[in-house]
């Protein structure tokens, strides 16, 4: 059996060799918590063993950030952040990976204004536009990891006594991590094989609709001529392979922009810009969202769909079995990055151009020309169960099974 340092160090491992892939030469930037610094310092350290020329961190502070939004200006949120934005983009198109190691307060902006939560988004969205599409595009390595604090802990675990819910936190996302493993990126390697199994399946069919069925969701949902199936696992603009995010367990692509019908219900809480918005229904006509109910955080959400035109329509159709690690852990994480892993999902906001053929090579027109939606968000929500049916349905109109009860038929 693994210690914990054994563990903490397979994550970092997997984090650089894995996720971000580094190359020798290569920059890194790290954006991360400052409750991260123990596995951000492990990070820095093997990717300085790999030959990275440099590995930039830039912290953050959930308690500043909260601050900010109770006491600064309201003016202030209307200023983009250009000198960052520029950094950001410059870096990127100078060959840089990114790394973000997220420390989730899923209740960090409840009771703040969301006029003031939705203005600096969309400021901040707009200024790191030509940053988010050099990620959105894999013209460059990135990835997403997460790292347990107190206050995530108390929220996933809230019945345990305080003293035990980070080392329980942690004994879940090294399993979901595969860093409790002797060989983890053998571990990696294996599962990554398993996921392109099913891409190689589903892109051999090329269904022109899905459909959905489960309580409270009976949605069509039509794919784009030329979608590609993908995983997590990607190859960036210099053909160095990288994961998107650690953990992972989907397959996913890109719906058309005006091809969603009928209505759909979440599964699981969504936790978004600091505030939890829970059981809610999406109704759909031609891929736009005409109407919706939340019974928590009903301003969030139409915040969200707010933000801008794209945000109501979807840019993400993603399969995972409801006989997935994560979600047979029972744990609700309150984190996209893992309740995503845990159940299908589908995606308001950009669609990533990476899942059309010749997406990467296309202009913004041409991509919407394509059916791809654009936005300066992509949020993604879970609404997979053990009761969903999902069938293919063929270019001659038959369907065929893909889901049954949640899980691959």
């Known amino acids: 059996m693994l210690s914990f340092k ?34 951000v310092r492990l990070v820095v350290r093997k990717a300085y063993e790999a030959g990275a020329k440099l590995v930039k961190v830039n912290y953050t502070d959930e308690l500043v950030t909260r601050t900010r939004y109770e006491l600064a200006p309201s003016e202030s949120f209307l200023e983009p952040p250009k000198w960052q934005a520029d950094e950001l983009e410059d870096l990127a198109k100078n060959g840089a990976a990114f790394l973000s190691v997220i420390s989730t307060n899923p209740d ?6 969301p006029v003031r939560i939705a203005d600096n988004q969309r400021t901040a969205g707009q200024a790191m536009m030509p940053y ?13 990891v997460a790292y347990p604090s107190p206050v995530w802990a108390a929220k996933v675990f809230p019945d345990t006594p305080p003293e035990q819910q980070v080392e329980l936190l942690w004994d879940a996302i090294f399993k979901a991590v595969r860093a409790d493993q002797e060989n983890p990126v053998e571990a990696w390697s294996l599962h990554l094989a398993g996921l392109k199994q099913r891409c190689d399946i589903l892109n051999a069919k090329k269904y022109r609709k899905l459909h959905y069925t489960a309580p409270g969701t009976d949605l069509m949902l039509e794919l784009p001529e030329g979608h590609i199936w993908c995983q997590a ?10 994961l998107a995010n650690i ?64 945000s109501a329509y979807f840019g993400e159709v993603a399969l995972v079995p409801y006989h997935s690690p994560i979600s047979e852990s029972g744990i609700l994480y309150f984190t996209t990055l893992y309740d995503e892993n845990a159940s299908c999902h589908l995606a308001l906001g950009a669609a990533y151009a990476f899942t059309l053929e010749q997406g990467t090579a ?8 394509h059916g791809m939606n654009q936005s300066l968000t992509h949020v993604d929500f879970m609404m997979g169960s053990a009761d969903m049916n999902i069938d293919g349905i063929t270019d001659e109109g038959l369907a065929e099974p893909i ?6 038929a």
């Open 132 to 144: 988010r599409e050099l990620l959105m595009g894999n013209h460059v390595s990135w990835s997403l």
């Open 362 to 369: 296309m202009t913004k027109e041409q991509l919407a020309e």
């Open 403 to 408: 889901f049954r009860n949640g899980n691959w």
């Open 247 to 310: 953990p992972t367990e989907e397959v996913f692509t890109a719906p058309l922009k005006t091809g969603a019908n009928g209505t759909v219900s979440s599964t699981k809480p969504l936790s978004y810009s600091g505030n939890i918005i829970d059981r809610f229904t999406l109704t759909l006509e031609n891929g736009k969202v005409t109407d919706f109910t939340a019974e928590v955080g009903q301003d969030a959400l139409a915040s969200l769909l707010a933000m801008d035109e794209g």
């Open 108 to 113: 960090l902006l409840n009771g703040i204004d």
């Open 6 to 39: 054994q563990k903490l160090e397979n994550y970092a491992l997997l984090t650089v060799k894995i996720g971000i892939n580094i190359q020798p030469g290569q920059t890194l930037v790290v954006n991360a918590d400052i409750a991260s610094a123990e596995l």
């Open 233 to 242: 696992g990607a190859v960036n603009g210099r053909g160095v392979p990288f």
